[in-house]
């Protein structure tokens, strides 16, 4: 039987340690184009090694809860934002390390408009929009060298709603 791992909204504070969350919250930081663009600046640290960012579009099949979350993935040279390209919701699943592992995963729901960036070398589940359509920006790390690094669970985690 696998265990059960509850999905919150996502929340700036609880995700900081696995990496950015990149939505409209606070005060715009200036007015630009004659004061009527709001600019929310440098809301991700992209952070890359032995590379450069590069803009790619995914596309995703939508998911539904409860997921059976049976592999978890990280970057080690290069964090990694993914923009959804609509209003809806996403899930999003981060693990701290241990020792090399994802320790227990932690799993969240954006708030529409919301985004997110894993910091380098975070354990993280795959893209997983939860309605379609699931197209999303990615912003990440272009270059050679091994940047994935893949775990997959003896037991799976199954992740349902808070």
């Known amino acids: 039987m696998?265990?059960?791992?509850?999905?919150?909204?996502?929340?700036?504070?609880?995700?900081?340690?696995?990496?950015?969350?990149?939505?409209?919250q606070g005060a715009p930081d200036k007015r630009i184009n004659q004061g009527l663009c709001a600019r929310y600046h440098d809301r991700a640290?992209?952070?890359?090694?032995d590379g450069r960012a590069g803009i790619s579009l995914f596309d995703g099949?939508?998911?539904?809860?409860?997921?059976?979350?049976?592999?978890?993935e990280r970057h080690p040279l290069g964090s990694?934002?993914?923009?959804?390209?609509?209003?809806?919701?996403f899930l999003v699943i981060v693990a701290?390390?241990?020792a090399g592992r994802p320790g227990r995963p932690r799993a969240f729901i954006t708030a529409p408009g919301q985004g997110i960036n894993y910091r380098r070398g975070v354990w993280h589940g795959v893209l997983t929009p939860?309605?379609?359509?699931?197209?999303?920006a990615v912003i990440d790390r272009i270059g050679a060298g091994?940047?994935?690094?893949?775990h997959w669970f003896e037991t799976p985690y199954t992740i349902v709603a808070a």
Do not use: C, W, Y
Not at 61 to 72: F, K, N
Not at 82 to 88: G, T
Not at 146 to 150: G, H, I, S, Y
């Open 2 to 24: 696998s265990a059960r791992i509850a999905a919150s909204a996502l929340d700036r504070r609880k995700f900081a340690r696995f990496g950015d969350v990149i939505d409209t």
């Open 45 to 49: 640290a992209l952070d890359f090694e």
């Open 61 to 72: 099949v939508p998911r539904a809860l409860p997921l059976q979350l049976e592999m978890m």
């Open 80 to 89: 990694q934002a993914f923009v959804p390209m609509s209003l809806a919701p």
């Open 96 to 98: 701290p390390d241990e």
């Open 130 to 136: 939860l309605h379609a359509p699931g197209l999303f």
């Open 146 to 150: 091994a940047n994935l690094e893949e």
